[in-house]
């Protein structure tokens, strides 16, 4: 599981009719730099959301196959919304 940043929101024309009552969140992935404040993010990822994130929200990020356990059926979800962080705290070692 990873932590990460809403940036934007994703709109797709035509999707999967297995993907019912979503949102696609645009999220940039926190990495050691994030952490240590540098302001560094892995590459934007796509992420599925039923918990209602918004722009500027931070989340945990659940990707694989771990992202579709959520569901029932199987469901072509790659990146998953797991929770919604309200606060962390990061201690450096060396």
Sequence with gaps: MRMGTVIGRVTLSV???KLVGERLLLTLP???GTFE???TFDP???VFDQLGADVGQQIAIS???EAA???SKPT???A???ALIDHHSYTQHP
């Design 15 to 17: 999707k999967n009719d």
């Design 44 to 46: 934007s990822l796509v």
């Design 69 to 71: 356990c959520p569901f």
């Design 30 to 32: 926190w990495n050691r």
């Design 63 to 65: 990707e694989g196959a």
């Design 37 to 39: 404040g540098k302001g």
């Design 76 to 78: 072509p979800v790659d």
């Design 80 to 82: 998953y919304c797991a």
